[in-house]
């Protein structure tokens, strides 16, 4: 099925909670989205909502994976001049083969904050790997747990 060596996470955290996905070597897709909303002065609930979806993904997916990272150029990238916020922020590492990458940025750019940055070309690749890595989960998750019939 896949690489031994093999293992995809993204971690964004936004505000009050935070979204985790892993695709591992075992061939399991795993979204975790979180809310946390405190308790109010006067109230008993506690507002958290965390969401946890698994799939299993096929050879196919995987090879869709390779190319998603082949394109993106994710494994030569450098975050050292990237800047990092004080609150909201995206993580992203990537294990392929003798491969391992791992990369920490701040979720509130803006796209001119990135051209303005130290490197607007490897900003741009961060984004766009985790931008097709949240579409695939989201995809693959939605065409899994919200069957329609034909």
Do not use: Q
Request: aromatic share 6%; proline share 3%.
């Amino acid at each position: 099925m896949a690489d031994r060596e093999f293992y995809v996470r993204y971690l964004g955290t936004h505000g009050a909670g935070f979204v985790r996905i892993e695709i591992l070597p075992s061939g399991r897709l795993c979204v975790v989205n979180e809310t946390t909303r405190g308790r109010g002065e006067h109230e008993r609930i506690d507002h958290s909502k965390t969401i946890i979806k698994e799939v299993i993904l096929s050879g196919i997916v995987f090879d869709e994976l390779r190319e998603i990272i082949a394109e993106t150029g994710i494994l030569g990238l450098d975050d050292a001049s990237w800047p990092l916020g004080s609150g909201d922020s995206e993580e992203i590492e990537v294990v392929l083969g003798d491969d391992h990458v791992s990369f920490t940025t701040d979720a509130t750019l803006t796209t001119a904050a990135i051209e303005a940055s130290a490197d607007p070309r490897g900003l741009r690749a961060f984004r766009a790997f985790g931008t097709a890595i949240k579409e695939l989960a989201t995809s693959l998750t939605r065409a899994h747990y919200n069957p329609r019939p034909i």
